[in-house]
């Protein structure tokens, strides 16, 4: 495939809505102040299954990123179309996730709460204490050894292959990666995951007994969060239109 034709895939309309999704989700974070400085990444693989995949660009912070500057890169991370380079580590997180893991989208946040989480021994999150983290129950990995910047293929398949069909996993003292089918229903998981994370996190700061419900019943409470998504697209599309 030439570039010509990359670029001509890049302007279709349907990339084009992919990075305007990808770019709201990134908008997104950043106003539910789940951005860190210019880090982290968000990506989305394009539908034709050709191991490309959108991301965002090196340098911007997550609050002024439009669909022009998504960059569209392959699984080698050589930039395919758009303006801006790509961080290195985002190449290797997300390349891999996208290949070993079979995931569609992938966010990537050291998001306040939900960090903290990876700094106990516990690792992550209850999934068995309030209602929001019971959309999780059986839906988390844990990849709790720290192994420095993800500066390496070898890093980024070590989590990919952590994840072990899991649709979120923890990654030990470092932060976690949220995966999903759909750039919108992966956003409604990593706002919710880091609503879960803060209400354990200040019950936990009260000092007085946690109280776990049974893990059956965790259960059934996120199958019936994830039986419709409507009220993730309804939240997406409320995301659009007032930012």
Avoid at 55 to 69: F, H, K, T, V, Y
Avoid at 160 to 187: S, T, W
Wanted: glycine share 8%.
């Amino acid at each position: 495939m030439t570039t010509n034709m990359h670029e001509e895939d890049f302007d279709s309309p349907a990339i084009r809505a992919l990075r305007e999704d990808l770019a709201l989700a990134l908008r997104a974070a950043a106003h539910h102040g789940l951005s860190e400085g210019v880090c982290n990444h968000f990506s989305v693989e394009l539908p034709d299954d050709s191991g490309r995949f959108l991301l965002n660009p090196r340098g911007l912070l997550w609050s002024e990123i439009q669909a022009e500057d998504i960059v569209m890169i392959d699984e080698q991370g050589e930039i395919l179309a758009g303006r801006h380079p790509v961080e290195p580590t985002a190449m290797f997180i997300h390349a891999a996730v996208h290949r070993i893991a079979k995931k569609k989208c992938v966010l990537h946040t050291h998001m306040p709460y939900a960090t903290a989480l990876t700094l106990t021994r516990q690792r992550a999150l209850d999934t068995t204490l309030s209602q929001n983290a019971m959309r999780f129950h059986g839906r988390v990995a844990i990849d709790a050894h720290y192994n420095g910047l993800a500066l390496d293929t070898g890093e980024g398949e070590r989590i990919a292959r952590a994840m072990n069909g899991a649709d979120v996993v923890f990654l030990g003292n470092h932060g976690v990666v949220v995966c999903g089918e759909r750039v919108d229903y992966a956003y409604d998981d990593l706002y919710f995951l880091e609503r879960a994370c803060m209400m354990q996190v200040l019950a936990m700061s009260s000092g007085l007994p946690l109280e776990p419900v049974d893990a059956k019943l965790a259960q059934r409470v996120g199958e019936q969060t994830l039986g419709e998504r409507l009220q993730s697209e309804l939240f997406f599309k409320a995301l659009g239109r007032t930012l």
